[in-house]
Structure formats: structure tokens, C-alpha cells
């Protein structure tokens, strides 16, 4: 009777220490998204606070320019507002794209290539791009170690009960992998 009451002891421990272990993990992964994904909404956010200053410096040079500035204006609204990782997605590729037609229509103005704010502005915007490239390959490897953790025993028995499912890819759409065509008959 002792031996079996210590192999069920023994049973219980090792088995309450996996599922202790598991909920951890599982919570720490969780955690792990959420801070990676915040990341990106704070790169995102800091590229829409740059483009009205970079828009009216533009504005300054090539008054004209107002259906590139609109495209760009609606682009950043439509950025401020999406929800899900999806919806971020797809605004941050349009917006990207709306920002390539806008450097485009710069090209042509060569006093404002030389404008010291121009070049902060780019500056800025340069270095806020490169934060979101790096921010984005975070938040999807811990969304790949969170997805495949998962789909592992115990987790994928444990993960349900805890409201944790897979986590969504921060994608390129496949549209702004495509060169930009720009007509600048000015």
C-alpha cells in the first residue's frame, strides 16, 4: 500500500509540474505576442505622426501634387484605424505604397531634395521604416514559436482552456511587393 500511494504521489507531482510548467509557457508566449505586436503599433504610429510634417513640406514645393497628397492623407487615416494584424497589414502596404508615389513626386522638385526638413523628415521616415521591418520579424517568430508551441502535447490540450489560439502573421501584402508606377507628367 505505501509503494502504491508513493508511485500516485509521484504520478500527481510529475503531472501537476508538467501542467504548471505548460501554463507558464504557454502565458509567457502569449505575453511575448502582445509585447512584439505593440511594438509595431508604436512604429506604425510614429510613421503616420511623420507624414503630415513630411506631406506639407512637400506641399510647400509642389502645391499641385493634391491628388498624391489626398492618396497619402486617406492611406495614414486608413493605417490609424485598422484593427486586427490583418488590417495593419494591408493599410501599412498601402500606405507604404501612397508614401512611394509622394517621394516620386519629390524627385521632381530639387530645391526640396535640398530643404533641411525634407531631409530630416526623411531621415526620420528612413530610419521608422527599418524599426518596422525589425519590429515585424519579431512579433513573427514569436507568433511562429507561440503557433508551433501550441500544436505540441501538452499544450495543444491546455492551450483552448486558457483562450490562447494561433496567433496572426504580420504579412506583406502582395501588392506593395510590386514596383510602384508612378506617371509624373508635371
Known sequence: MKGFLAVFLAVFLICGGVLF??????????????????AIDSQLQRRSDLIPNLV??????AK???????????????????GSMSEKSAASAELSSSLSRLLAVAESYPELKSDKVYVGLMDELSGTENRIAYARDQYNA?????????????????????NIHPAEYFRVEEESKKNVKVDLDL
Open 64 to 82: 499641385h501634387e493634391t491628388d498624391v497628397f489626398k492618396s497619402v492623407t486617406d492611406a495614414r487615416e486608413r493605417m490609424m484605424a485598422a
Open 56 to 61: 506639407t513640406t512637400v506641399k510647400a514645393f
Open 21 to 38: 510548467s505548460s501554463y507558464n509557457t504557454l502565458i509567457g508566449l502569449k505575453h511575448d505576442v502582445q509585447e512584439k505586436a505593440a
Open 142 to 162: 514569436r507568433v511562429k514559436a507561440l503557433n508551433q508551441t501550441i500544436e505540441k502535447i501538452p499544450y495543444v490540450m491546455l492551450a483552448p482552456s486558457m
